[in-house]
């Protein structure tokens, strides 16, 4: 995340489910990496997407329309990050975004600039 966004820019996190241990871990350790290493990275929005992805796809909907200056997302599985929906991605800011997960029962995807809108 640090490596593509330059450490600098606003970041949401898709949450796990609420509750789980595995969510509590992967987001204290982002958190924690975040202050550690890129300062100018600003987690501006936390929301949980289940683990699912059209539950990610929604609040990802959601987050792009009320923070439509998000340059990143973190998602804490891999169902979550592939969530952005083509037409949320075309009213998302037309920059470079970024999308990185924590692999889950799949392989981890790669991480991937979000695409303009054309």
């Not at 990275?41 to 998000?70: C, H, N, Y």
């Amino acid at each position: 995340m640090v490596e593509a966004t330059g450490g600098k820019g606003k970041v949401a996190i898709l949450l796990g489910s609420s509750g789980n241990s595995v969510t509590t871990d992967r987001t204290k350790g982002f958190v924690d990496q975040v202050k550690a290493t890129a300062p100018g990275l600003e987690i501006v929005a936390q929301q949980t997407g289940e683990f699912a992805r059209d539950k990610g796809q929604q609040v990802m909907e959601q987050l792009i329309q009320s923070k439509p200056d998000i340059t990143a997302v973190y998602a804490e599985n891999d169902e979550m990050a592939s969530a952005p929906s083509p037409p949320s991605r075309r009213r998302a800011r037309p920059r470079a975004r970024t999308s990185r997960s924590c692999p889950s029962t799949a392989p981890a995807t790669p991480s991937r600039p979000w695409p303009t809108a054309s």
